[in-house]
């Protein structure tokens, strides 16, 4: 990625920002299992928060997945072309950035 305007306006970047927000959701609810469900679960013997927890976790854990393959699928932002002049749009239908030219004159990869 070559800015962190990226992030949020490459579809690269909001999967990304997704996936790791999924992630963190995770280690939390597994630092909450660990210090607040397990010690729950050996001094009253009340298994049924922790189960609950766990069934979370998995089902988070599924959607981590899901959003890896995503990322996996998409195309990380590039930098831009070093001819800043040459304006840029974005292809609604995949996303990608790809410069501007008139149509009058070739493309930048037929010269």
Do not use: C
């Not at 959701?25 to 010690?39: D, E, G, S, Y």
């Not at 979370?56 to 997945?65: F, S």
């Not at 959003?67 to 001819?83: C, L």
């Not at 609604?92 to 009058?104: K, L």
């Amino acid at each position: 990625m070559y800015g962190v305007e990226a992030i949020t306006t490459s579809a690269y970047g909001r999967s990304l920002t997704v996936k790791l927000l999924l992630v963190t959701i995770v280690l939390a609810l597994a630092a909450a299992n660990r210090w607040l469900f397990v010690p729950l679960l050996e001094r009253f013997d009340r298994s049924l928060p922790l189960r609950r927890s766990v069934r979370v976790e998995t089902a988070l854990l599924a959607l981590v997945l899901v959003a890896t393959a995503v990322v996996a699928t998409r195309e990380p932002a590039h930098e831009p072309p070093a001819d800043d002049s040459a304006p840029v749009h974005t292809d609604r239908a995949t996303h990608d950035e790809q410069p501007s030219h008139h149509p009058a004159e070739p493309a930048s990869d037929d010269r």
